[in-house]
Structure formats: C-alpha cells, structure tokens
C-alpha cells in the first residue's frame, strides 16, 4: 500500500510539473524531489550549466530540488533581464525568507526593499559632495585612520608570527560598528567578542543548511533541526542587541 502511495505522488509531481513547463523555457528533466542537482558537476557546477546552454539555448529552465530556476548564460539577456521590474524579486530559499523573513537588503523585495533602498541611499548621500557630508567623511576617515593605527601598533608590538586575521577582524569591525551605530568597542569587550563570534559560526552555519534552500523539508531533521535554531536564536539576540543600541 505505502509503495502505491509513494507512486501516486510521484505521479501527481510529475503531471503538475508537466502542466507548468508548458509556457516555460526548455529545460532538462530532473529526478522527482531532487530536481538536477544529482546531474551537476560538484566541483564546477557553472561548467554543467554552460554545457546545458549549448543544448537548451540561452535561456533555460531546471529545477534544483524543489526550486524551479531559469538559467541566463548570455549576457544580453542578462543586462536585459536586471533592467524589468518584474525581475527583481527574490528567490523562494529557505534561508532568506523562512529564518530572515524577508528583511535587509539581500533578502528583502519590493515595497520593504524599496524601503530599505531608500533609507540606505539617503544615509550613504551624508558622504557626498555636500558641506555637511563633508564633514561626515571627514570624521569617517578620522576613524579609520585611528583604526589602522591601532591595527599597526598592536601588531608590531607582537614578537612571535600571528595571524593578523582577528586584528583586522577588529578593525573593519570598528569602522563598521561607528558608521552604523555611531559606536565602538575595546578588543576585550564581551559584547563585541559575542558579536564576532556569532557572525563566524552563523557564517559556518548557513554553509551548512545550504540545501535547506533546496529540500526545506530537511529542517526536521535533528542536523538541520539544530542549525535553524542557531540561526533563528543568533538572530533575535543580535536584532535585540541592535534595539538597545539604536534605542
């Protein structure tokens, strides 16, 4: 009986997939669920497409996972295509949309990326060609300098090789932590070495819930599982470390 089930099904996706590519570009077919991912090159995925583009033309459509994906390798279309509107949006990952909800500029899409756009565009004119801007690069650059330096220092006054990474971790930091927050901290500050590591390991992490974007499905697994809540906890703590510093 489960045997007829799982064919049933099978056979339900493959219809209504087969129903959709009607007006779709041509394309591959793929496995149920994994979709061509089990057919590209691990090492050099772009080279698999490439080779798809000779096939299929310029413009081509497959699906990795249980994501549909339209494939531009011309860069005609591609200037083409960032020009409409109607292109503009984002992709269904889990990442961006199921633990970012949406927001910040990489994730967000229209109205609230508008907004977010706009606000960016409006603080990033303070360092203009204006008086008042200005004045803001010149405190900026006042930062920077300051930074370096202090990079420099530290670094020299080591007498053993280092890996200067966590030096210039901390500087960058500091730049960024001013420009945004009008604000930084000292090397041995617990916030701050909160804050570098949870951007570190929350980096490793979205490595490892890659094919969450494929499979979402996945998170209920207990690898996964465990991942999402890291991501998810990560993010609350840091949007609530953020409101204290804006407010």
Same mark, same amino acid.
């Given at each position: 009986?489960?045997?007829?089930?799982?064919?049933?099904?099978?056979?339900?996706?493959?219809?209504?997939r087969?129903?959709?590519?009607?007006?779709?570009?041509p394309?591959?077919?793929?496995?149920?669920?994994?979709?061509?991912?089990?057919?590209?090159?691990?090492k050099?995925?772009?080279?698999?497409?490439?080779?798809?583009?000779?096939?299929?033309?310029?413009?081509?459509?497959?699906?990795?996972?249980s994501?549909?994906?339209?494939?531009?390798?011309? @860069?005609?279309?591609?200037?083409?295509? /960032?020009s409409?509107? %109607?292109?503009?949006?984002r +992709?269904?990952?889990? =990442? $961006?949309?199921g633990?970012?909800?949406?927001?910040?500029?990489?994730?967000?899409?229209?109205?609230?990326?508008?907004?977010?756009?706009?606000? @960016?565009?409006?603080?990033?004119?303070? /360092?203009?060609?204006? %008086?008042?801007?200005?004045? +803001?690069?010149?405190? =900026? $650059?006042?930062?920077?300098?300051?930074?370096?330096?202090?990079?420099?220092?530290?670094?020299?006054?080591?007498?053993?090789?280092?890996?200067?990474?966590a030096?210039?971790?901390?500087?960058?930091?500091?730049?960024?932590?001013?420009?945004?927050?009008?604000?930084?901290?000292?090397?041995?500050?617990?916030?701050?070495?909160?804050?570098?590591?949870?951007?570190?390991?929350?980096?490793?992490?979205?490595?490892?819930?890659?094919?969450?974007?494929?499979?979402?499905?996945?998170?209920?697994?207990?690898?996964?599982?465990?991942?999402?809540?890291?991501?998810?906890?990560?993010?609350?703590?840091?949007?609530?470390?953020?409101?204290?510093?804006?407010?």
């Amino acid at each position: 009986m489960i045997y007829i089930l799982i064919f049933a099904i099978l056979l339900l996706l493959g219809m209504y997939r087969l129903l959709r590519s009607k007006n779709l570009p041509p394309g591959p077919w793929g496995l149920p669920v994994l979709g061509y991912l089990p057919f590209l090159d691990p090492k050099a995925p772009h080279e698999t497409l490439t080779t798809l583009s000779r096939k299929y033309g310029k413009i081509y459509g497959l699906h990795l996972g249980s994501v549909y994906t339209i494939v531009l390798s011309d @860069a005609t279309a591609i200037s083409s295509a /960032f020009s409409m509107d %109607k292109l503009t949006g984002r +992709a269904p990952l889990y =990442l $961006t949309h199921g633990i970012m909800g949406g927001y910040g500029l990489i994730c967000a899409e229209g109205s609230m990326w508008r907004i977010h756009r706009k606000f @960016a565009a409006k603080f990033l004119r303070l /360092f203009g060609a204006t %008086k008042s801007a200005r004045a +803001a690069t010149d405190s =900026l $650059t006042e930062v920077i300098i300051r930074e370096v330096h202090d990079c420099v220092n530290v670094i020299g006054d080591e007498c053993e090789p280092i890996d200067p990474l966590a030096h210039l971790q901390h500087a960058i930091g500091s730049v960024m932590c001013q420009l945004v927050f009008g604000k930084t901290w000292s090397r041995d500050d617990p916030t701050w070495l909160w804050l570098q590591h949870t951007q570190e390991e929350g980096t490793k992490a979205i490595g490892v819930a890659g094919p969450l974007n494929f499979f979402p499905f996945l998170r209920y697994i207990p690898r996964f599982s465990k991942v999402v809540r890291f991501l998810l906890d990560g993010k609350h703590k840091t949007h609530q470390l953020y409101r204290e510093l804006i407010e």
